[in-house]
């Protein structure tokens, strides 16, 4: 059974770093696009970051870009997340899910085979 599990979450003040990593097992992972997502209280799920499963082209949310990197080791069957700059607006439940269409950050379309758990991330002083 396939299985997504995220980590690195924190608390962390203004400005500070993050990375997350989600690490797959019992699937071929290297052929899914792996997509990072949040949530804060009270909102719908965002997307965040995506990463192709072939030529690794990543895409971002415009609230993230500059900020975030979005990486990915095959080898270890992990996706990261490198967050730089963190602002409270960053304050949510993170995940990753994959699919094996296309990178898409609309959490709401079917076709996400698999989700972790999240991990939570909190900036504030």
């Known amino acids: 059974q396939g299985r997504l599990v995220e980590s690195g979450g924190s608390l962390v003040q203004p400005g500070g770093s993050l990375r997350l990593s989600c690490t797959a097992s019992?699937?071929?992972?290297?052929?899914?696009?792996i997509g990072w997502f949040r949530q804060a209280p009270g909102k719908g799920r965002e997307g965040v970051s995506c990463?192709?499963?072939?030529?690794?082209?990543?895409y971002y949310a415009d609230s993230v870009k500059g900020r975030f990197t979005i990486s990915r080791d095959n080898a270890k069957n992990t996706v990261y997340l490198q967050m730089n700059n963190l602002s409270p607006e960053d304050t949510a439940v993170y995940y990753c899910?994959?699919?094996?269409?296309?990178?898409?950050?609309?959490?709401?379309?079917?076709?996400?085979?698999?989700w972790g758990q999240g991990t939570q991330v909190t900036v504030s002083s």
């Open positions: 990463i192709n499963s072939g030529d690794g082209t990543s």
């Open positions: 019992g699937f071929s992972f290297a052929v899914f696009h």
């Open positions: 899910a994959t699919r094996l269409d296309w990178c898409n950050l609309d959490a709401t379309v079917p076709g996400y085979d698999y």
